[in-house]
């Protein structure tokens, strides 16, 4: 088969790659589709020391080769029987066990559902790992409620056009950051109601008052924000972050976090049982994955520099 591989010093290769072998309760599929996501770029950097050469890609839609049948792939691998956290045996696709930037791979069958109704190769490749990170921050983790504020730090990425779609659908009011006009008056067609740029002054008291007030419940996938995000809540709202974009490192002031009956949630990915409900909210809604470009599978390269870059809104995709 052909694959991209990484190998020693962040070296991306387009090259052929031996077959995958299904170990017992796996299946070989056939991929259609791969989606980037960021974590792809630090697979690459070896932030995450995993052997080389690995095929990168947590995302993909294919053709299963043992019955034919169209599918999505779970990234989750061996979640576990608990909804609050993985279990210890669990990893994400595409590290260490190599992932969808290849032409076949083997998953367990458990990890399988069908490809949505509708939905084309790009978009079925688009949703899995964003759309389920969007899904249990704002729902599992953020526990939001029809009629609350909710702030999206940083629209454009892939896991805030999920957002924001999905939080609108539940009745949200949906806000949003970024440090582009565009981005947000792109996130308004989404079901934002607003937006405001972090590059301009004080964005946690800009955020405020256009929300009229702290609002309850901030996704936040930058990191180095957290200060602020807890700044944008009301006395008993949530904080839910699953990214350090912006950076890995954050202060606190700890007694007006306690005085102001603040959580702040940590979140990576979601269960099986998470990504049954998103499916349901996709069938139940009309939203759609957004996608910034779509590129052949050779050229992963280029399409990995506009993810690092942030010019990108939405998902970019690889045709394989």
């Given at each position: ?154 629209a454009g990425s892939g896991v805030s056009t999920f957002a924001v779609q999905l939080a609108a659908q539940a009745g949200g009011r949906v806000l949003v950051t970024s440090s582009s006009a565009e981005k947000i008056e792109r996130a308004r067609e989404l079901g934002a109601a607003g937006g405001v740029l972090y590059t301009e002054g004080d964005w946690a008291e800009a955020a405020k008052e256009l929300a009229g007030g702290p609002v309850d419940l901030v996704i936040d996938s930058v990191g180095s924000t957290w200060p602020d995000s807890l700044r944008c809540i009301r006395p008993g709202g949530r ?82």
């Open positions: 088969m052909q694959a991209v591989r990484v190998h020693e010093a962040g070296v991306l290769a387009y090259e052929s790659a031996l077959d995958p072998e299904p170990k017992p309760g796996e299946v070989v599929v056939e991929l259609r589709a791969a989606a980037l996501n960021r974590r792809d770029l630090l697979v690459r950097k070896g932030i995450y020391p995993f052997p080389l050469p690995i095929i990168p890609g947590s995302d993909g839609a294919g053709v299963r080769r043992d019955t034919g049948e169209e599918v999505v792939i779970l990234p989750a691998l061996r979640w576990g029987e608990r909804e609050d956290a993985p279990g210890a045996g669990f990893e994400i696709l595409g590290g260490p066990t190599n992932g969808t930037y290849a032409e076949l791979i083997a998953v367990p069958e458990e990890n399988l559902y069908p490809k949505p109704a509708g939905f084309s190769w790009e978009e079925a490749a688009a949703f899995p790992l964003a759309g389920l990170t969007a899904y249990r921050a704002i729902f599992t983790r953020g526990a939001l409620a029809a009629g609350e504020t909710v702030l999206v730090l940083g904080v839910v972050v699953f990214g350090a974009t912006g950076g890995t490192e954050a202060t606190l002031l700890v007694r007006p976090f306690y005085l102001g009956w603040q959580s702040l949630l940590g979140t990576t990915m979601g269960s099986p049982r998470d990504f049954a409900a998103l499916l349901r909210a996709l069938e139940a809604g009309s939203w759609r994955p957004v996608l910034d470009s779509v590129r052949p599978l050779a050229d992963a390269e280029s399409a990995l520099s506009r993810l690092e870059s942030g010019q990108h809104f939405g998902k970019l995709v690889l045709i394989v």
